[in-house]
């Protein structure tokens, strides 16, 4: 099987569906001449010229409603944006109308429209460009919310993404673009609304998505010298979330530790553990409990950055935590 | 500043064509059944049968009727949510209509959208749209896919003159400009967002001017006038067509009632005097005398239609009033669709 990066599955992903289906497109900023600000998008003008890879002006409210109306007609759009930062320029597109359009027309008009960029932090970009925004939109009735980890989960989930009927927020890893990792070739799509056990363990369960997985697992590595075996769930959608998937790694080990880049004021994390304590009260010996980013804006400072992210120091600690080890 | 809306500047008209004598007829019967519509609709209003916010088009029929009629069934349509006249011009039944404000399951969108958010994805009428000018960049998108596809249609958006000021106007007309799309932006300049006058918005007066910025081509249209907003309407659509290229029309027009059913007609913004003023151009009033004067009507055949169409309003009513409402299942339907595409 091949190695690819992250980045590279993307765009072997994007390329293998346009090549498919003629009404994808790819636009935003900077996808087409400049090859895309993350080079996600390197060699598909070339290949499918300036009407299917669109270079957009710098109007993030303006390119996003041009991909939801043209997606109303029919058309599927891939709408990139440099990073989900400067989406929030277009959230009342994303929440107004690509929710909502289908519940509000009774069915008559769906948004079959894919809007993806990174995500989360990177290295020192400070405040406004190191963002989570995975809870804003999983809020949202009639999206759904992606986060791949890997790069077979980057190619197989935006393949399906971008042939889901429904609006799909597709949030990357802006740190993960040159993770390395094996991609099979072809047909290689992943469904929606699946968890995927990453590492198998029995003594606790850790739940993560995109950027933290790689995180848990090293937490995990550590612990392991330490003789706890720690299962690595990752998530890969926020929504629809894989209940059963935690439940049933949840029943098995007993503790449960769920770990996010974002803050923890209504993040994921506190959906995650709203579900489990409902769901599998009877089988916990611990309280869940979460690891989070820090709850400030992200400071410049690397010291500071460093001390405000989610960490594998953190999970370990947090993880002794449920077992009852400090 | 102009107290009027419309445009002092009138052609010396010709007289109508006899050979399009039914179709001038037709219009005048779309603005009395949107007149007597609208007018039910706020007496149901007032009972509580229809909820939630309602927006009259009052005054601004000939808007909707006289660009509609100018379209093709393939073309796309938004409108914001003072679209009940849209809807009606466009064909959704008077029912469907009338049933949805009352939320009914007969409704055309089953009752789950209600006056704001008309639809018929058949008729290519794709939305009233409910956030102030939210809805410009989806026409831009439609008319993208429609360039994009390589047809002949275009793509239609009805918006206020109080979404001119924010940033979705200028960000889609910049993009339909730029990429050469077949779009026409409508901007029904009825001189007031909700109590805000338009001078007290905008810096610049002439709204059509603000295509400029755009190289965009424009044109102001007297929205009082049926034929008017039609040959204007024509024009921007041919342009569309056979050029590929979008146009902004100011359409200067008036609302005779308030803002919505909350607001009263005249108060703190506007004077009795100014909107009596404005009711003199009444845009049914100005089409029935053109109709008589040139012998295509009478009083009598509008009075005849007039009934006709006050019978279509009170049937849709009962209709209305009688539908059931939506199961309670339809709570949980249409928010995802569960299949993917298989291609």
Redesign the interface.
């Known amino acids: 099987m091949p190695t690819l990066t992250y980045r590279d599955a993307l765009n072997q992903a994007l390329r293998e569906e346009m090549q498919?289906?003629p009404d994808v497109?790819l636009m935003g900023e900077e996808v087409g001449v400049y090859q895309g600000a993350y080079k996600v998008s390197r060699g598909l003008l070339d290949e499918f010229g300036p009407?299917r890879v669109v270079d957009?002006?710098i109007?993030e409210?303006?390119?996003?409603?041009?991909?939801?109306?043209?997606?109303?007609?029919?058309?599927?759009?891939v709408v990139e944006f440099m990073t989900w930062n400067f989406a929030l320029l277009a959230v009342?597109?994303l929440v107004?109308?690509a929710a909502k359009?289908?519940?509000?027309?009774?069915?008559?008009?769906?948004v079959?429209a894919v809007f993806r960029g990174p995500g989360g932090s990177a290295l020192q970009l400070a405040s406004q460009h190191s963002q989570a925004f995975e809870s804003w939109y999983a809020h949202i009735?009639?999206l759904?919310v992606v986060m791949p980890a890997t790069p077979a989960d980057a190619k197989g989930l935006l393949k399906?993404a971008i042939?889901?009927?429904?609006p799909v927020i597709f949030i990357e890893g802006e740190m993960l673009y040159n993770t390395k990792g094996e991609v099979p070739e072809g047909e290689h799509v992943v469904p929606l609304g699946k968890a995927d056990i990453k590492r198998e363990g029995a003594d606790v369960t850790i739940i993560c998505h995109s950027k933290t997985v790689s995180v848990c697992l090293r937490a995990s590595e550590q612990l392991a010298k330490d003789g706890v075996n720690a299962e690595v769930l990752d998530l890969r959608t926020i929504r629809p979330l894989d209940t059963e998937a935690m439940l049933n790694s949840v029943a098995k080990t007993h503790r449960c530790v769920v770990v996010e880049e974002g803050w923890p004021f209504a993040g994921v994390g506190a959906q995650v553990v709203d579900t489990i304590q409902r769901e599998v009260f009877d089988e916990l010996d611990a309280p869940v409990l979460r690891v989070t980013g820090a709850d400030v804006p992200m400071p410049y400072n690397k010291h500071l950055e460093k001390a405000a992210k989610a960490d594998p120091a953190k999970v370990v600690s947090a993880v002794s935590q449920v077992l009852y080890r400090e | 500043m102009a107290s009027s809306a419309a445009p002092r500047t009138k052609a010396k008209s010709k007289g109508l064509d006899p050979a399009q004598a039914d179709e001038y007829r037709s219009w005048l019967r779309q603005m009395l059944l949107i007149r007597r519509f609208e007018e039910k609709a706020g007496e149901a209003y007032s009972l509580g049968k229809i909820g939630g916010f309602c927006h009259l088009y009052i005054g601004q029929e000939a808007v909707a009727v006289g660009s509609l009629a100018a379209l093709g069934p393939d073309d796309y349509i938004t409108c914001s949510y003072r679209e009940h006249g849209h809807a009606l011009a466009r064909g959704i039944s008077t029912q469907a209509v009338m049933a949805e404000l009352f939320g009914k399951a007969a409704g055309c969108t089953g009752g789950k959208g209600g006056s704001m958010h008309l639809f018929d994805a058949s008729l290519g009428f794709l939305g009233g749209h409910g956030i102030v000018g939210g809805h410009i960049p989806l026409t831009t998108g439609m008319a993208f896919a429609v360039k994009y596809r390589n047809t002949s249609q275009v793509a239609v958006c009805y918006f206020g003159e109080a979404a001119v000021n924010n940033g979705a106007f200028h960000e889609a007309l910049n993009m339909a400009a730029l990429w050469k799309l077949p779009a026409i932006y409508l901007c029904e300049n009825n001189r007031y967002g909700m109590g805000t006058a338009l001078e007290r918005a905008s810096a610049l007066y002439d709204i059509s001017e603000r295509a400029c910025s755009y190289d965009m081509a424009n044109e102001v249209v007297d929205g009082q006038d049926v034929l008017a907003m039609n040959s204007a309407m024509e024009r921007a659509v041919q342009r569309a067509r056979n050029e590929k290229l979008p146009t902004l029309l100011e359409v200067r027009t008036y609302r005779f009632m308030g803002h919505s059913m909350s607001d009263p007609i005249h108060g703190h913004y506007r004077t009795r005097e100014e909107v009596e003023d404005q009711r003199k151009r009444d845009p049914i009033a100005v089409w029935s005398q053109r109709l008589i004067a040139d012998g295509l009507m009478d009083e009598e055949a509008i009075r005849v239609m007039d009934k006709s169409v006050m019978q279509e309003v009170e049937d849709a009513y009962q209709f209305a009033d009688q539908a059931p409402d939506p199961a309670p299942e339809e709570l949980y339907t249409h928010v995802y669709a569960e299949d993917q595409r298989e291609r």
């Open positions: 498919r289906d497109f009407m957009t002006p109007t409210l303006g390119f996003a409603g041009v991909g939801v109306g043209a997606a109303m007609v029919g058309l599927r759009p009342d597109q107004n109308s359009m289908r519940y509000m027309s009774n069915g008559q008009v769906g079959p009735p009639g759904k399906s042939r889901d009927e429904n």
